[in-house]
């Protein structure tokens, strides 16, 4: 018979920050180093200066200089290039003065949507991840990586879509270590088609993978570091990874020891959360409301679970 427990009381305790809020934010932007570097070589070009002139004028070593522009160049190539710096705000006015250019319009203009990393719980849906994703995500993604246990590697671009494993073998161990080279890996050999574009990723086989472990919560764990791994590779190709969609089957969830408690643990480690259940798709404080509604303990009154709920929710940081 199932067991209510409280979400901090449990063995997920020691490693669930209880003070941490969800960073469910929306209309998030980040500065593109890329837009930003363009944007000055440009205005510098304009003016027949050359970097040592710039960094003269702005008050700004040449080296900095130089550092900031080679973001224009939209790979770094396996991390052999070291990321661009950000640039400061007091740098970004030094360089739009010195270039009789508009601080904010500069700054504005080098804006983009941040990255998103995306929890979708799916329950008994007849749609693919990926369809469900196609539909709530604003127009911009121009490339999508669908990564499942059934892949056989990087696929010929089709549309825009990849298909690749970041698991050759059922067999290997799950390293976190491992499975970011081997993401790398698979984005290297697709890069071509990547570079340059705003990317949205799709990773399918997470269920798959931690129902195999002996340890689940070692994906659960791992998510907490994910949008950084995704992040990272994705600049390796020169892309930006838009959206970083996990997906898991809340069977899987069930099946757990503790699965309310990974599954706020998930919410933690996601800015949207999103449940699928058939041809319908629910978001933020209705979407968790949906997946903590399926997971409710057996021995647990429906209107009981529902004040538990509410509590976890407001625990979470949620909003309607």
């Avoid at 879509?161 to 290997?172: A, K």
Wanted: contains cysteine; glycine residues 6%; neutral net charge.
């Amino acid at each position: 018979m199932a067991m209510l427990v409280d979400p901090t009381s449990d063995h997920y305790s020691d490693r669930i920050d209880p003070d941490r809020k969800s960073n469910q934010l929306h209309g998030l932007v980040e500065l593109d180093p890329r837009l930003f570097a363009r944007s000055i070589v440009d205005a510098r070009l304009r003016r027949g200066w050359s970097t040592r002139e710039l960094s003269r004028r702005a008050r700004i070593s040449q080296p900095y200089v130089v550092a900031l522009e080679r973001s224009r160049d939209t790979r770094r190539g396996s991390g052999s290039m070291p990321a661009a710096p950000n640039p400061t705000i007091d740098v970004l006015a030094r360089l739009a003065h010195a270039l009789d250019i508009d601080a904010l319009q500069l700054f504005a203009s080098s804006l983009r949507p941040a990255g998103r990393h995306a929890l979708l719980v799916v329950d008994g849906s007849r749609r693919s991840p990926l369809e469900h994703v196609q539909r709530v995500v604003p127009a911009g993604v121009e490339r999508w990586v669908c990564a499942d246990s059934g892949g056989n590697g990087p696929s010929p671009s089709s549309h825009g879509h990849h298909s690749i494993n970041l698991r050759r073998s059922g067999r290997q161990p799950y390293e976190p270590s491992v499975i970011s080279r081997s993401l790398g890996r698979e984005l290297d050999a697709i890069a071509t088609d990547l570079d340059g574009h705003e990317v949205g990723f799709v990773f399918g086989e997470t269920s798959a993978v931690m129902s195999r472990l002996a340890d689940p919560h070692a994906v659960i764990s791992f998510e907490h570091e994910w949008a950084k791994v995704v992040s990272g590779a994705a600049a390796n190709v020169g892309a930006h990874a838009a959206w970083n969609v996990c997906v898991y089957e809340i069977s899987a969830l069930r099946a757990l020891a503790a699965p309310v408690e990974a599954a706020v643990d998930l919410m933690r480690s996601h800015d949207v959360i999103w449940a699928a259940e058939r041809a319908t798709m629910s978001d933020g404080m209705a979407a968790a409301r949906t997946i903590l509604a399926r997971l409710r303990p057996e021995d647990v009154a429906t209107l009981a679970w529902r004040t538990r709920v509410d509590h976890m929710i407001n625990d979470l940081g949620l909003v309607a």
